[in-house]
């Protein structure tokens, strides 16, 4: 089949990549000039475990090409999906300007029956709207079906080829035929392909990032509770996630969640169900345990230092939103280092692979490092804020030779207190006892 995918970001071109990969002749276009022409001479823009592979073959095999040309790019293509931003607008509802307005574009330049298929995360009811737009441009016919994306950045490749569920919202049958042909390759072991109505589909996107967003957050505030009664989070998380009904997953306790989805996505959830009248009690209270979880440990390393951390030097390790990712998006970093500065800190920062994203931000008071160890030099202390595996086992007696106290602030609960108290560091987590020497 020849499709076509407008955004060529994190989505999109996962997208792109993994259907020219399934025998799909498939065009990307994007606004964004540097990105073509970068993806044009080979070079993949982001760093997603897996993709550069494909992308290499694919584009090598001529089945992926790329295009700033709407109009080139959509040529030949029954299919067209949307990969666009819906970034938050100042009331926390979700943009859909960009949405909007390429499906206005679209409809002034088909001309035959065409599928426009959405995989942005829009609120319940964009289908109508992406409907219209199409119609008032076009005499003809076309279908609108919602394709919400449940891909996690730094396993994308994966759960593209091999996703749990695919869900299509659509009412028309011939649409739908087409998408299950399309996504048939994905689901041979049997994972469903859910049809559904478009308004339906729309809401199972928010509910799943709704509901993982609150999972972790319930952990954060029983980690919260453990600190204070002297009990373990992570014999809890053990005890508990054993049980089926809850299951093992998202149960980590740790600096609350970040990334360029789930707090927008929780947000906008709770605001269409403010624009509904209905008082979505759970979100809010989601959203305002994060926004302490997030920088949770600052107060604690300002405690520590009888709340002065003018000079300090602060060793950050992990600057990602998650590992396995670039994206510093809503990353629970920046909101960390932007507090110890605003206190007068300085940072050594390091991340395998988002330096160059936060070293493009130019932060004044950080300076970030070329690996993990050169951000201890003289460090005061240490805050984990990334699961990073390269941070699970480092060279602990090297990390104590360089720096000036032997003291780690973990947001991820990376090290067990029994080798903390081996080494001898004063090491404080989260939901667990403090060790102090
Ligand atoms: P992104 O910012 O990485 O990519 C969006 C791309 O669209 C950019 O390359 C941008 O240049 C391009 N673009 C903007 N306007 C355009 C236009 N008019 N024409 C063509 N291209 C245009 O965004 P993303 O992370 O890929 O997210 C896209 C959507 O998918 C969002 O709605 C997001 O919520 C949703 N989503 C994201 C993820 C994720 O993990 N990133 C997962 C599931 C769903």
Redesign the pocket.
């Given at each position: 089949m020849k499709i076509s995918v407008?955004?060529?970001?994190?989505?999109?071109l996962v997208t792109g990549t993994c259907f020219a990969e399934t025998g799909n002749y498939v065009t990307c276009?994007?606004?964004?000039k540097e990105?073509v022409e970068s993806l044009r001479n080979g070079i993949v823009p982001i760093y997603e475990p897996g993709l550069d592979v494909l992308f290499q073959r694919n584009q090598r095999e001529g089945r992926l090409k790329f295009t700033n040309d709407?109009a080139e790019g959509i040529k030949g293509s029954m299919v067209i999906f949307l990969?666009?931003?819906?970034p938050p607008n100042e009331d926390g509802s979700a943009d859909l300007n960009?949405v909007i307005?390429?499906a206005g574009q679209l409809g002034a330049l088909i001309s035959e029956y065409t599928i426009i298929v959405n995989?942005?995360?829009?609120p319940v009811g964009t289908t109508e709207l992406v409907s219209d737009s199409v119609s008032e441009k076009t005499q003809a016919e076309f279908d609108v079906v919602s394709n919400p994306?449940?891909?996690?950045?730094g396993v994308?490749v994966d759960d593209f080829m091999k996703p749990d569920r695919v869900v299509i919202g659509t009412s028309a049958k011939r649409a739908a035929a087409i998408m299950k042909e399309l996504y048939s390759p994905l689901v041979r072991q049997g994972n469903p392909v859910l049809i559904m109505d478009e308004r339906s589909a729309e809401m199972t996107k928010y509910a799943a990032n709704s509901f993982l967003a609150t999972k972790i957050t319930f952990m954060n505030e029983i980690a919260n509770l453990c600190e204070i009664l002297g009990a373990d989070v992570d014999m809890v998380r053990k005890g508990i996630g054993t049980d089926n009904r809850i299951g093992k997953r998202f149960l980590f306790a740790g600096i609350g969640y970040g990334g360029?989805?789930f707090p927008?996505?929780v947000q906008a959830l709770a605001k269409t169900a403010d624009e509904a009248n209905y008082n979505f009690k759970i979100l809010n209270a989601v959203m305002s345990v994060n926004e302490i979880q997030k920088i949770k440990l600052i107060q604690k390393i300002k405690a520590y230092f009888n709340q002065d951390l003018k000079g300090k030097t602060i060793a950050v390790w992990g600057l990602a939103f998650k590992p396995y990712t670039d994206d510093i998006r809503e990353a629970p970093s920046l909101a960390n280092i932007q507090e110890l500065v605003n206190e007068g800190a300085l940072i050594k920062a390091y991340d395998p692979e988002a330096a160059e994203n936060v070293t493009k931000l130019s932060l004044p008071q950080v300076l970030v490092c070329e690996d993990e160890y050169e951000t201890l030099r003289d460090a005061d202390a240490l805050l984990i804020v990334t699961e990073w595996p390269v941070f699970r086992t480092p060279e602990f007696g090297r990390m104590k030779s360089l720096m000036k106290n032997r003291l780690i602030f973990d947001g991820r609960n990376l090290y067990e207190l029994d080798t903390m108290r081996k080494y001898g560091f004063n090491y404080i987590s989260i939901g667990r006892k403090e060790i102090h020497d």
């Open positions: 407008v955004g060529t970001g994190y989505v999109g276009i994007d606004i964004d990105k709407l990969a666009l931003p819906t960009y307005d390429v995989k942005s995360t829009v994306e449940f891909l996690r950045e994308a360029s989805c927008k996505d």
